[in-house]
C-alpha cells in the first residue's frame, strides 16, 4: 500500500518559521516532523511513500534520501507551481498502480489507527474514506456532517458558525480507489476540499467518514506547534525522544556540558552539544535544539529553540520560539508568542511589546 503526503502548502500561517524550513520538516521535539508521520506509517505496514512537494524538495531530499535509511522507499515529485491538494495527486498519478492508497495531508500530528481506517473503507466498499476528527472550533477546517451509516452528506470547507452542523471535521488523512483519480482534472490547480469532496457528495458517491479518537493536531500555526511539544512532552501522544533521559521527563543529548549549578525541571528535551551555565533554569515544556549556548542565570520556560541559538546571561525566554542561530545577548527578555528569526521577529500575540523587539534586537 503507498502512501502520498501533501508538503507542497506554502505554511503561510507559521511564517517567519517557514521562510526558509518547510512546515513538514520543522524540529518536533528536535526531530524533523515528517518522521514522525513516517514511523506511524510504518507502523501500519507503509513503507512506499510519495512525497508531493513545492520549492523544498532539496531540504526533504537531503534528510531521507531514497529513504532506506529509514526503512522506507521515498520518491520525491516536485510542483513548479502549486497544483492544490488534489490536483498534486493527480500529479503523481503514474506512480498510483495499485487498486487503492492513501492520502495524508503533511501537517498532523495524531496517532490514528490507519489498519482500522483501511479496514473500514473496505468495509463500506467505499471510493473514498476520510478520516474525521472532533474539534471545539470547526470553522478552521473542512466540516464533514455523516449520516448514521457513515455516509458523508456534506463537505464545508472553513464554513462560518452559521453552517456549523457537527463538530466532525475533515482529519487530512484519506483512502482512496483509484477511481477517485478521474474526479480530479488534469495539469490544472484543484482541491479536495472545494472541488472533489463536494462533488462526490453530490452525486451520491460512497464518501465515508471514519470518527476516531486518535489524536489529533494540525501543528499549522505558532500555537498549535507549541501545543504539539506541550502535548508529547506530556505523553499524550506515543514518540520516540532524541536523547537520553537522565531523570523523569529530562531528556538530553550527546556531548552536553550543563553547570551543576543549572536547574532544569521537566519536561524538557535537549540536544546535542548543548552548553548550559550556572545558575541558568530551564523550565517544563521547552526544547532546546543542537549545538545552543544558555547564559548564566537565564531563565526559559514553554519554549521552542532550534540549533545554534545563544541566549546571554539573565535573559528571559517565555513561551517563544528561536530559530536556528538565533543570538541573543544578555538580559533579553522574549515572551508571550514572540518568534524571532534572523533580523525578523513576528508578532503573534498582541500583549507582545515594542520595547521587547528593540531589545532582541539589540543583540551582543
Ligand atoms: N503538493 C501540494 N501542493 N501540497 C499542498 C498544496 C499544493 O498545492 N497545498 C497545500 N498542500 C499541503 C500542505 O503542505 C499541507 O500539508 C496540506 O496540503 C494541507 O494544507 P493546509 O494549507 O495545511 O490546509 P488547512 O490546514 O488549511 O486545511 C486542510 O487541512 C484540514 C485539517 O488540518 C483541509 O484539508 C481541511 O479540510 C482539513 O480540515
Ligand atoms: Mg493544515
Redesign the pocket.
Known amino acids: 500500500m503507498k502512501a502520498v503526503?501533501?508538503?507542497?502548502?506554502?505554511?503561510?500561517?507559521l511564517r517567519p518559521l517557514t521562510h526558509t524550513i518547510?512546515?513538514?520538516m520543522l524540529p518536533l521535539l528536535n526531530i524533523p516532523f515528517l518522521k514522525y508521520v513516517f514511523e506511524l506509517l510504518k507502523r501500519h505496514g507503509i513503507q512506499e511513500i510519495i512525497l508531493?512537494?513545492?520549492n523544498f524538495l532539496d531540504i526533504f531530499e537531503n534528510y531521507f534520501g531514497d529513504g532506506t535509511k529509514h526503512d522506507l522507499k521515498i520518491r520525491y515529485?516536485k510542483?513548479d507551481?502549486?497544483?492544490?491538494?488534489a490536483?498534486?495527486i493527480k500529479?503523481v498519478e503514474k506512480y498510483l498502480d495499485d487498486d487503492f492508497f492513501i492520502v495524508?495531508?503533511?501537517?498532523?500530528l495524531t496517532d490514528l489507527n490507519i489498519t482500522k481506517l483501511v479496514e473500514y473503507h473496505q468495509s463500506k466498499k467505499a471510493l473514498a474514506t476520510l478520516a474525521l476528527?472532533s474539534v471545539e472550533d470547526?470553522t478552521?477546517?473542512?466540516?464533514?456532517p455523516i449520516d448514521s451509516k457513515g455516509k458523508v452528506v456534506d463537505?464545508l470547507?472553513?464554513p462560518g458558525w452559521d453552517k456549523v452542523v457537527t463538530n466532525f471535521?475533515?482529519?487530512?488523512t484519506y483512502v482512496f480507489k483509484s477511481e477517485v483519480l478521474n474526479f480530479i482534472p488534469e495539469g490544472m490547480?484543484y482541491?479536495?476540499?472545494k472541488g472533489v469532496?463536494p462533488k462526490m457528495v453530490e452525486k451520491e458517491e460512497k464518501i465515508y467518514g471514519f470518527p476516531s479518537n486518535a489524536y489529533w493536531l494540525?501543528i499549522?500555526t505558532p500555537q498549535k506547534y507549541l501545543k504539539a511539544h506541550h502535548d508529547i512532552l506530556e505523553r499524550q501522544i506515543k514518540f520516540n525522544f532524541k536523547g537520553k533521559q537522565v531523570k523523569p521527563k529530562v531528556w538530553i543529548g550527546k556531548n552536553c556540558k550543563i553547570s551543576a549549578e543549572a536547574n532544569i525541571f521537566g519536561p524538557v528535551v535537549i540536544g546535542d552539544n548543548c552548553q548550559i551555565e550556572a545558575n541558568a533554569t530551564i523550565f517544563g515544556y521547552t526544547t532546546i535544539g543542537d549545538n545552543c549556548m544558555i547564559g548564566s542565570g537565564a531563565t526559559i520556560g514553554e519554549s521552542i529553540f532550534f540549533k545554534a541559538c545563544k541566549v546571554g546571561s539573565s535573559s528571559i525566554i517565555k513561551k517563544s520560539i528561536l530559530c536556528n542561530g538565533i543570538e541573543l545577548g544578555v538580559k533579553v527578555n522574549v515572551e508571550d508568542m514572540a518568534i524571532a528569526e534572523e533580523e525578523k521577529i513576528s508578532l503573534v500575540d498582541s500583549s507582545y511589546n515594542l520595547a521587547k523587539k528593540e531589545r532582541l534586537n539589540d543583540r551582543t
Not at 478552521?140 to 464533514?144: D, E, N, P, Q, R
Not at 471535521?169 to 487530512?172: D, F, Q, T, Y
Open positions: 503526503i501533501l508538503v507542497g502548502g506554502q505554511g503561510t500561517r518547510p512546515k513538514a508531493s512537494t513545492g515529485v510542483e507551481e502549486p497544483l492544490g491538494t490536483g498534486a500529479n495524508l495531508n503533511g501537517d498532523i476528527a470547526p478552521s477546517y473542512g466540516l464533514v463537505f470547507e472553513k471535521i475533515n482529519a487530512g490547480n482541491s479536495f476540499e469532496f494540525d499549522g
